[in-house]
């Protein structure tokens, strides 16, 4: 059997499987939602270990293989996706050497897009301290800028992560951090941003009020979605997908309602 494909053919709507440090991996699964509306969708925010942007790699690599086998083992999972660029960065490696027969799909910073959008030739990138720092970007950066002039504005955005999880992206600190790391993108004729963390969309609003001038900011949910679909084949949707959320430690539940469009029950699970 082909390795990228589907393990389990009886099983008609594939459990998907999705994990984060907390919030930012469910604006993926809002994009999985609708291009798969039928799917089983199991989430888990790593909340307990958040944010993982400012942890080293090796952290970050325990707490994703142990949320893989929580997944696997107990949870029987058809498909993984790590919904999280700095997870991606450090552990895609390990999960696929460990479970080399499961699909999983990872999730990169959207330089590629962003070239094709880009008029000015500017492009900001805002990322964790982690994926900015991991040789992942690095290569990514690498194949694909050579090709094209451009100008890259990296940011590693410290305390972002934190101040979305606690509902502070309208407070003054985070519009003066905001502030900070894109003026200069500002004055220097930046017209697309590449959302390289998966928390940043929960922001948009705020990173295009502060950037003052249109912007074009590049998520990646999207493509996550496209890619699974091509692994898992596009499903009928003969009923709504059910989406089940764990947590392993406090999470914001008026904020996963309104990521999510609906209300979730959320099991606290310790890890
Ligand atoms: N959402 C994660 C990402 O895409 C990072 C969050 C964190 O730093 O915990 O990189």
Request: aromatic share 4%.
């Amino acid at each position: 059997m082909k390795k990228s494909k589907i393990q389990n053919p009886k099983s008609k709507t594939p459990k998907i499987c999705v994990f984060d440090s907390g919030l930012g991996g469910l604006t993926v699964v809002r994009s999985i939602r609708e291009r798969l509306p039928g799917a089983e969708i199991l989430y888990l925010a790593d909340t307990a270990h958040a944010p993982y942007g400012e942890k080293t790699h090796d952290e970050i690599r325990r707490y994703s293989l142990e949320i893989a086998r929580f997944f696997v083992e107990e949870q029987k999972a058809d498909a993984l996706v790590v919904a999280c660029n700095t997870a991606t960065s450090a552990a895609i490696a390990a999960l696929r050497e460990h479970y080399p027969d499961l699909p999983i799909v990872g999730t990169e910073p959207g330089i590629k897009p962003a070239l094709s959008a880009t008029q000015t030739g500017k492009i900001g990138v805002m990322a964790t301290p982690a994926t900015l720092a991991g040789e992942k970007y690095q290569a990514l950066v690498d194949r694909l800028c050579g090709m094209q002039e451009v100008e890259l504005f990296e940011r590693a955005c410290p305390g972002l992560v934190e101040r979305i999880e606690a509902g502070e992206i309208d407070a003054p600190e985070t519009r003066a951090m905001l502030e900070g790391w894109l003026s200069p993108m500002r004055s220097a004729g930046v017209d697309t941003i590449v959302l390289g963390c998966t928390h940043y969309p929960i922001a948009a609003e705020a990173i295009r009020q502060v950037m003052e001038v249109p912007v074009r900011l590049i998520e990646t949910g999207e493509a996550i979605a496209r890619r699974l679909a091509t692994l898992l084949g596009e499903q009928p949707a003969e009923a709504p997908g059910h989406l089940r959320i764990f947590a392993t430690g406090p999470i914001d539940e008026a904020a996963v309602e309104r990521i999510v469009g609906e209300k979730v029950v959320i099991d606290r699970i310790d890890r």
